[in-house]
């Protein structure tokens, strides 16, 4: 019987590609049907290496779930950015690789980012989810956000509507 290891570590220089493919593969997967295909493969080729080195080298919350030391999944977080809102953190993005999603992974990346955000004085925080998109909002809700605010979003000529859960220490 062969053990693997499972870990949720802060991102270093050499997962760059290995994010980078998570990324793609993850939004692929959830935004297709939602997100025009055009639109979508912009953002997609948008976060290149490049894209993720800035990232890990501006040293904001950016944590990795290793999966036999492989990156599976990633979540990214920190101070809430909209400063009208009465939460202190927010989840910007949290995806696995798809045959990574409903093992537990993700519920270990958001526990260990709102602890994380805890641990640094914002023990409320967000996250924005486009509301078709279900396994995002199933998620949530599972982990018990609670839906409270709404707003449109244009990705080229199409309207999504996406929805804010608030968490709360």
């Known amino acids: 019987m062969e053990n693997q290891s499972i870990s949720i570590r802060r991102a270093a220089l050499e997962d760059i590609s290995q994010i980078a493919d998570v990324h793609a593969a993850s939004w692929r997967y959830a935004y297709r049907g939602i997100i025009p295909g055009r639109e979508l493969e912009k953002m997609v080729r948008h976060r290149s290496g490049r894209w993720w080195r800035s990232a890990i080298q501006r040293g904001g ?74 396994i995002a909002t199933d998620f949530y809700e599972s982990l018990g956000g609670k839906p409270v605010k709404k707003a449109n979003e244009y990705f080229g000529a199409t309207l999504c509507e996406r929805v804010a859960y608030r968490f709360e220490g």
């Open 61 to 134: 919350g950016l944590l990795v779930v290793d999966f036999d030391d492989v990156v599976v999944g990633y979540v990214s977080f920190g101070r809430c950015r909209d400063v009208s809102a009465r939460y202190t953190g927010e989840i910007f993005e949290l995806y696995l690789l798809p045959e990574f999603q409903g093992l537990g992974f993700g519920r270990r990346l958001f526990r260990g980012a709102q602890a994380y955000l805890a641990s640094r004085g914002f023990p409320t925080l967000i996250v924005w989810a486009l509301s078709d998109n279900h």
